[in-house]
């Protein structure tokens, strides 16, 4: 049972990227999946800030730093979750990851989730 991340890289400031989380060994949508973030320097997983989350229904948040710019999706034959990056700024580096636990309080969007896959490392730089 475990989320796998994919689609990170280098990219210019300005660009887009499309992350995947895929599950293997269960079914994701039955589950609020959330993206979430590391940062370089910050090494504990609690540091991770939520970026957006997708209900079982398909209701959608963001945080305020990424409104505009990314867009979660899911495809539930494909037993995966999406994040589009269009307008990549050089501050959304970081390794991102995946979870089946995402909560949107009114402002943040936090996670109790603890079985972190490797994540996926995106790098915007010129």
């Known amino acids: 049972v475990r989320l796998v991340e994919s689609g990170g890289g280098l990219v210019q400031p300005g660009g887009s990227l499309r992350l995947s989380c895929v599950a293997s060994?269960?079914?994701?949508?039955?589950?609020?999946v959330g993206w979430f973030r590391q940062a370089p320097g910050e090494k504990r997983p609690w540091q991770r800030k939520g970026v957006s989350c997708i209900s079982s229904d398909g209701n959608t948040h963001y945080a305020d730093a990424v409104k505009g710019r990314f867009t979660i999706s899911r495809d539930n034959a494909k037993n995966a979750v999406y994040l589009q990056m269009n307008s990549l700024k050089p501050e959304d580096t970081a390794v991102y990851y995946c979870s089946t636990d995402c909560t949107y309080s009114g402002k943040d969007l936090t996670t109790d989730f603890s079985s972190w896959g490797q994540g996926t490392q995106v790098t915007v730089s010129s």
């Open positions: 060994g269960f079914t994701l949508e039955h589950y609020t």
